[in-house]
């Protein structure tokens, strides 16, 4: 089946660090990715997304790129800022015709001035 | 756009009792709503499949007596914990599907959060 795997966090950045929170996927076909953030007390937004192999999602400053010969999705940012704070899920849909997600565990960001 | 909202967004709840939550799409119209279910510091959990006009698709393992869900209208689907026990406390999570959209394009709800004492 699908599954999704997460780097375990929290992790943990002083302000204007450089952010990586890895993700691999196991799926067959070829699915779509996702990032999404999800604050404190709030439910999940799409941060963003990839369609195809080599295609970069970008939002906000955060990017990935869907890498097929690493069924990876890592996210990078820059310079992450303290509202980055919040807990970040990569996801993916479309695999075996079946467009339900299936998500990672999450990984927490904090981020400290 | 595509604003999905949750009612109530926590409930307080003594044991045995049920609790119904809402989840609206504000402004379209999806004939398909995901219910999920989020335990701390985990992942979503898929429980059902809302569609608009017929029976609910619930995952394997969630009891469909205990989570009845109702898809009325094209705006609205309401999840209703029966007889709720403390192991139900949880955060649910709602999401709606835009008609004419594939399942891929998801718009989630804030989550409500359910506490039975």
């Known amino acids: 089946g699908n599954s999704v795997t997460q780097m375990e966090g929290p992790v943990t950045l002083s302000e204007e660090a450089f952010l990586t929170i890895n993700c691999t996927y196991t799926?067959?076909?070829?699915?779509?990715l996702f990032w999404y953030v999800q604050y404190p007390g709030e439910g999940l937004q799409l941060l963003l997304k990839?369609?195809?192999?080599?295609d970069k999602g970008s939002n906000k400053g955060f990017e990935a790129t869907y890498r097929k010969e690493t069924t990876s999705f890592h996210l990078e940012k820059g310079s992450v800022q303290v509202s980055d704070s919040a807990v970040y899920f990569c996801a993916l849909s479309g695999s075996g015709g079946s467009y339900i997600p299936t998500f990672g565990r999450g990984t927490s960001l904090i981020v400290h001035p | 756009g595509a604003v999905v909202s949750q009612h109530p967004s926590w409930v307080i709840c003594k044991s045995g009792t049920s609790v119904k939550i809402e989840c609206r799409s504000l402004?379209?119209?999806?004939?398909?709503m995901f219910w999920y279910r989020q335990f701390p510091k985990q992942s979503l959990m898929l429980m059902a499949t809302?569609?608009?006009?017929?029976?609910?698709?619930?995952e394997q393992g969630v009891e469909k007596d205990k989570f009845l869900i109702n898809h009325a209208s094209l705006t609205l689907s309401t999840l209703t914990v029966t007889s709720a026990h403390p192991e139900d406390s949880s955060f649910y999570i709602c999401s709606a599907v835009p008609v004419g959209q594939g399942s891929e394009t998801q718009y989630f709800g804030p989550g409500t959060r359910l506490l039975v004492l």
């Open positions: 990839a369609t195809k192999a080599d």
């Open positions: 799926a067959t076909g070829y699915p779509s």
């Open positions: 402004d379209f119209q999806a004939t398909t």
């Open positions: 809302s569609n608009e006009g017929s029976k609910a698709t619930y």
